[in-house]
C-alpha cells in the first residue's frame, strides 16, 4: 500500500511538471503539446506491457494463404464478368492459395 502510494505521488508530481511545461508554451502549440506527451507516454507504457509472444504462432498466422485466397476469390468472381481472362486466372490462383492454406493447417496440426 505504501509502494502504491508512493508510485501515485511521483506520477502526479511528474504530471505538474509536464502540465506546466505545457501551459508555458504559445496557445497555439498547446494541443500539440499534449498529444505529444500522451503519445510518448502511450507507446513508453505499451512496450513493456507487451506479454512474450509465441513466434511460432505469430509466423503461421502471417504465412497462412486462406485469408489471401479468399479475398482474391472475392475480387475474381465480378472480374469473371468483366473481363473473364482476367478473372479466371485470378480465381485459379485463388483455389490454389486455399488449397495451399487447408493443406498446410493440416500438416501443422499433423506434426504436433
Not at 501515485?8 to 504559445?26: F, H, M, P, S, W
Not at 465480378?78 to 498446410?104: C, H, I
Amino acid at each position: 500500500m505504501q509502494r502504491q502510494r508512493e508510485l501515485d505521488a511521483q506520477v502526479e508530481e511528474l504530471t505538474r511538471q509536464v502540465a506546466q511545461i505545457i501551459n508555458a508554451a504559445g496557445p497555439d502549440q498547446r494541443q500539440d503539446l499534449r498529444e505529444y506527451a500522451l503519445g510518448l507516454l502511450r507507446d513508453e507504457t505499451e512496450v513493456q506491457d507487451a506479454g512474450p509472444t509465441h513466434p511460432e504462432a505469430r509466423d503461421a498466422a502471417r504465412t497462412n494463404p486462406i485469408g489471401m485466397a479468399l479475398l482474391l476469390g472475392l475480387v475474381a468472381l465480378p472480374l469473371v464478368l468483366l473481363f473473364a481472362p482476367v478473372g479466371l486466372t485470378l480465381l485459379a490462383v485463388a483455389f490454389v492459395m486455399g488449397l495451399w492454406g487447408v493443406l498446410q493447417t493440416l500438416l501443422r496440426r499433423e506434426n504436433r
